[in-house]
């Protein structure tokens, strides 16, 4: 397992990096994942925002080799232990800053690797943007779902080497990230559980984005629990039914991870109740929303 210390050395463990292309790239990680927050995250509830200490843990910044490109990430564990089950942290849109890193921490606290890819690094870096239509312009909307996936492969891939069991990875995600934890339970073999927060489960297709997670309800190889707020004015209601309708077709035909699939809707609660930074959350759902998550990833075999 890789210390904080030796984290942000990791770049010069790469071949054909020049010592000052690894010294931009750690600055870059040192001021991009997990310290402070996204401009266009703005305004920042100081007084919600939850702060888990790193007593304890392994964590810190590093990256991984993909396909050549170096792809930067937090991560955070238990100090000293091994054979760990893993949980992939998926980003809300606006990134890998405090919020995910701090998520991280909690899983870590509960005793897993914990690690969120900065699955936006080759578009740009989303900490810059101070608005969050120029943000979903000229980056979010650049980034194709075959990048994503095989990101994570190698997130997964990495988490094997230092530490992490693979026979026991989960995935969570927020917004942005929901979306994609519902993609890669239907894409990837290492995956046994994933926990979907309000991510949207229709849209628009694309050549970046050619399926939704609607699309692959049929094909769900790990089961997810989705995690909603029944005020979220992006999310409506009608299409989580259709959702809850496609999941329960295909266990009609088999599909065991469909069939034990679940959804819980926070009436009350609105989108990213769970960003306990932004005036969007809400306490009682975000508490009990985490615990159900625990929970899941342990009945699923993930711990």
């Known amino acids: 397992m890789l210390n904080q210390d030796q984290s942000h050395d990791f770049d010069a463990l790469l071949p054909g990096r020049s010592t000052l292309a690894g ?52 991560y955070a564990a238990p100090a000293g232990k091994k054979n760990l089950p893993v949980i992939l942290v998926i980003q809300e849109i606006f990134g890998v800053h405090e919020y995910i890193a701090d998520t ?28 969050m239509a120029k943000l979903m312009a000229e980056v979010v909307s650049k980034v194709p779902d075959a990048q994503v996936m095989g990101d994570l492969d190698g997130a997964v891939k990495w988490a094997g080497a230092n530490g992490g069991n693979l026979k026991k990875v989960g995935i969570t995600g927020f917004c942005w990230g929901g979306r994609i934890t519902w993609l890669y339970a239907e894409q ?35 089961p997810v629990l989705g995690l909603y707020g029944g005020q979220d004015g992006g999310i409506p209601l009608t299409t989580i039914n259709q959702m809850k309708e496609a999941l329960a077709e295909a266990a009609a035909k088999g599909n065991a991870a469909a069939k034990v699939s679940e959804f819980v809707v926070y009436q009350e609660a609105p989108h990213a109740f769970h960003a306990d930074y932004r005036p969007s959350y809400r306490e009682q759902p975000a508490i009990d929303a985490f615990a159900r998550a625990l929970a899941w990833f342990k009945a699923h075999g993930v711990v």
């Open 104 to 131: 991280c921490r909690r899983f870590a606290k509960a005793g897993y690797l914990a690690i969120a890819p900065e699955l936006y690094a080759r578009q740009g870096d989303p900490s810059q943007y101070g608005q």
């Open 23 to 74: 010294a931009n790239r750690r600055t870059a990680l040192k001021v991009a994942l997990g310290v402070g927050y996204a401009a266009s995250a703005m305004p920042i509830m100081a007084q919600t925002a939850i702060k888990t200490s790193s007593e304890g843990l392994s964590s810190g910044e590093g990256i991984y080799d993909m396909d050549g490109f170096s792809v930067p990430f937090f």
């Open 188 to 222: 990837s073999k290492n995956v046994k559980a994933g926990v979907a927060w309000y991510g949207r489960l229709v849209g628009t297709t694309s050549a970046l984005t050619p399926k939704h997670p609607l699309d692959l309800a049929a094909d769900l190889k790990a």
